[in-house]
């Protein structure tokens, strides 16, 4: 058991012993310091980096100005751990209409783009309606997507940072910030090794990473600069002529004609200018409402959607996808874990449009103390009573969360001052990962004491039965012994031998407590999970 104290005047008092002691310090390869305490570690300051240029592995930017004030880049370096959202995914894009209109129970939701433009990552986007209303990508297709291209003036930058689980072979759907980014410097890596992948795309624009050469299955940190048109997400609309557009492709004969049928109830035709059409449509979609009860039956789940004005935003998206197409008008569905839209193309470029209807989101995870990004205004009306996918977001952010993951735990608070250790032996349960032997884990922490601010110092081995684990990422984090619940502080490597060791900084934000030290790592090359 390991207890966390407030750090006061003894951090001070600590940090003058240091300074005095500094000639008799030594430093093992492992990045753990021996002796007295020479310094804390100091926050980055995103204004100081981008007056100095400061860039980091890959040669990213250690900082980029954006609307929402300066912002300071991930840690390209930081080892995947198990408290990481990972992306594995490659499946094609599809996606089934239903008839369940109640509003949504609570989701978590990871966001890896710095700002957060929370709820609208754009994880799959599908643009083409079949003959059973399912909708699919068109052209399925993955061609290269352009890398290195600088932002200009009316662009837009973000940070995206994202843990991919590395296939043997084949490609691994990821997000994109909106519709037509484009990567501005990438980096894939584990810790200090970069990886080589390129960066794919399909007809309908949904972004996929493919490793290249011979690579073990691992997970990988792909963290990227990212650039888009300011334009995508608000401002005037394009106002073109119906020439203008790209061409949709027709629908169904049996889709065409219901939705003739949608466009007479809605009073939208292409006798109007597409800019007046899709202010029709959106005025109309945005008024749809949750319910409890199905839609009236038509013997069609688009009419009954779209009739009864009945739906969350899924259902939103999907009826203006069909309805839109309709007219001539080029449209996508987006979706992702708590949120569905929709993009047109107003004959210059392709929009993001919000239609609302999203649900509670339960978790927001680390986009809570990101900076928000504010997008150029939105030019259409929202009716009353209705509630935007940003004020879902933005109600989130007021009420506590837990973390995205499960282990991640409230910590008890205890008296000030005091505290115990935790040390050696401690072994894994039998759990196995990627069908090799599970690990076992021997765990010591070194530290009598632990405080805010101050590193804990720890070491350990990662075995199984018959070898070393070499090369594995281990994840450190507190437990309450009260709920089992956990709270993350930091991930280290195992070197050659199956050893490993390092000083993690407690946060100043961690309250004092009782805790367990817990040590988990989720396998990789000949070795399976292991969890003390």
């Given at each position: 058991?390991?207890?966390?104290?407030?750090?006061?005047?003894?951090?001070?008092?600590?940090?003058?012993?240091?300074?005095?002691?500094?000639?008799?310090?030594?430093?093992?390869?492992?990045?753990?310091?021996?002796?007295?305490?020479?310094?804390?570690?100091?926050?980055?300051?995103?204004?100081?980096?981008?007056?100095?240029?400061?860039?980091?592995?890959?040669?990213?930017?250690?900082?980029?100005?954006?609307?929402?004030?300066?912002?300071?880049?991930?840690?390209?370096?930081?080892?995947?751990?198990?408290?990481?959202?990972?992306?594995?995914?490659?499946?094609?894009?599809?996606?089934?209409?239903?008839?369940?209109?109640?509003?949504?129970?609570?989701?978590?939701?990871?966001?890896?783009?710095?700002?957060?433009?929370?709820?609208?990552?754009?994880?799959?986007?599908?643009?083409?309606?079949?003959?059973?209303?399912?909708?699919?990508?068109?052209?399925?297709?993955?061609?290269?997507?352009?890398?290195?291209?600088?932002?200009?003036?009316?662009?837009?930058?973000?940070?995206?940072?994202?843990?991919?689980?590395?296939?043997?072979?084949?490609?691994?759907?990821?997000?994109?910030?909106?519709?037509?980014?484009?990567?501005?410097?990438?980096?894939?890596?584990?810790?200090?090794?970069?990886?080589?992948?390129?960066?794919?795309?399909?007809?309908?624009?949904?972004?996929?990473?493919?490793?290249l050469g011979t690579l073990t299955a691992t997970r990988a940190r792909l963290v990227m600069v990212l650039a888009i048109a300011?334009?995508?997400?608000?401002?005037?609309?394009s106002d073109a002529e119906w020439s203008d557009l790209p061409p949709v492709p027709p629908l169904p004969d049996h889709v065409?004609?219901?939705?003739?049928?949608?466009?007479?109830?809605?009073?939208?035709?292409?006798?109007?200018?597409?800019?007046?059409?899709?202010?029709?449509?959106?005025?109309?979609?945005?008024?749809?409402?949750?319910?409890?009860?199905?839609?009236?039956?038509?013997?069609?789940?688009?009419?009954?959607?779209?009739?009864?004005?009945?739906?969350?935003?899924?259902?939103?998206?999907?009826?203006?996808?069909?309805?839109?197409?309709?007219?001539?008008?080029?449209?996508?569905?987006?979706?992702?874990?708590?949120?569905?839209?929709?993009?047109?193309?107003?004959?210059?470029?392709?929009?993001?449009?919000?239609?609302?209807?999203?649900?509670?989101?339960?978790?927001?995870?680390?986009?809570?103390?990101?900076?928000?990004?504010?997008?150029?205004?939105?030019?259409?009306?929202?009716?009353?009573?209705?509630?935007?996918?940003?004020?879902?977001?933005?109600?989130?952010?007021?009420?506590?969360?837990?973390?995205?993951?499960?282990?991640?735990?409230?910590?008890?608070?205890?008296?000030?001052?005091?505290?115990?250790?935790?040390?050696?032996?401690?072994?894994?349960?039998?759990?196995?990962?990627?069908?090799?032997?599970?690990?076992?884990?021997?765990?010591?922490?070194?530290?009598?004491?632990?405080?805010?601010?101050?590193?804990?110092?720890?070491?350990?081995?990662?075995?199984?039965?018959?070898?070393?684990?070499?090369?594995?990422?281990?994840?450190?984090?507190?437990?309450d012994p009260r709920t089992g619940k956990r709270w993350p502080v930091g991930t280290l490597a195992t070197d050659d031998a199956?050893?490993?060791?390092?000083?993690?900084?407690?946060?100043?934000?961690?309250?004092?407590?009782?805790?367990?030290?817990?040590?988990?790592?989720?396998?990789?090359?000949?070795?399976?999970?292991?969890?003390?």
């Amino acid at each position: 058991m390991l207890r966390v104290a407030r750090q006061g005047r003894w951090l001070r008092r600590l940090l003058l012993v240091a300074v005095a002691a500094a000639p008799t310090l030594a430093t093992r390869a492992s990045g753990r310091t021996e002796g007295a305490l020479l310094h804390e570690p100091i926050p980055a300051d995103p204004a100081e980096d981008l007056v100095m240029h400061v860039v980091l592995d890959g040669n990213l930017p250690a900082a980029i100005a954006t609307p929402a004030g300066n912002v300071g880049a991930p840690d390209p370096r930081r080892l995947p751990s198990s408290f990481d959202h990972t992306y594995s995914d490659a499946a094609e894009g599809r996606w089934i209409p239903d008839g369940d209109t109640r509003q949504p129970d609570g989701a978590a939701y990871d966001d890896p783009f710095s700002p957060s433009n929370a709820p609208f990552k754009r994880l799959t986007a599908l643009d083409v309606v079949r003959d059973d209303y399912t909708l699919e990508v068109r052209d399925p297709r993955r061609v290269a997507l352009a890398t290195g291209l600088p932002p200009d003036r009316a662009d837009d930058t973000f940070y995206s940072d994202l843990v991919i689980e590395i296939p043997h072979a084949g490609a691994v759907r990821i997000p994109s910030i909106g519709p037509n980014a484009h990567p501005v410097l990438t980096r894939l890596a584990v810790g200090a090794q970069e990886l080589p992948f390129r960066l794919l795309h399909d007809g309908a624009d949904n972004w996929f990473v493919e490793p290249l050469g011979t690579l073990t299955a691992t997970r990988a940190r792909l963290v990227m600069v990212l650039a888009i048109a300011r334009a995508a997400f608000g401002g005037p609309m394009s106002d073109a002529e119906w020439s203008d557009l790209p061409p949709v492709p027709p629908l169904p004969d049996h889709v065409a004609r219901e939705a003739a049928v949608v466009q007479n109830a809605i009073g939208v035709s292409r006798r109007m200018r597409p800019r007046d059409a899709i202010s029709k449509l959106v005025q109309y979609f945005r008024a749809f409402a949750a319910s409890k009860e199905p839609p009236h039956s038509r013997g069609s789940m688009y009419l009954d959607l779209a009739l009864s004005r009945s739906g969350v935003c899924r259902h939103r998206a999907f009826a203006f996808l069909v309805t839109a197409q309709s007219l001539g008008i080029p449209t996508r569905m987006v979706l992702n874990e708590i949120h569905a839209w929709v993009e047109i193309h107003d004959g210059s470029m392709w929009r993001r449009i919000d239609l609302g209807g999203a649900g509670h989101v339960s978790n927001l995870g680390a986009a809570e103390d990101r900076a928000v990004y504010e997008p150029a205004a939105d030019p259409f009306g929202w009716p009353a009573g209705s509630e935007r996918g940003d004020e879902v977001i933005a109600a989130a952010r007021l009420r506590p969360t837990e973390p995205l993951s499960s282990n991640r735990p409230h910590v008890a608070t205890s008296g000030e001052g005091s505290s115990e250790s935790m040390s050696g032996g401690a072994r894994t349960e039998n759990s196995t990962g990627g069908g090799w032997p599970h690990s076992t884990i021997t765990l010591e922490v070194t530290d009598t004491d632990a405080h805010r601010g101050l590193p804990l110092h720890v070491r350990g081995t990662v075995r199984t039965e018959d070898s070393t684990c070499v090369n594995l990422p281990v994840d450190l984090s507190f437990r309450d012994p009260r709920t089992g619940k956990r709270w993350p502080v930091g991930t280290l490597a195992t070197d050659d031998a199956g050893s490993f060791g390092g000083s993690l900084f407690i946060p100043r934000s961690t309250p004092v407590g009782d805790y367990d030290v817990v040590a988990h790592t989720l396998g990789g090359s000949r070795c399976g999970e292991g969890s003390n």
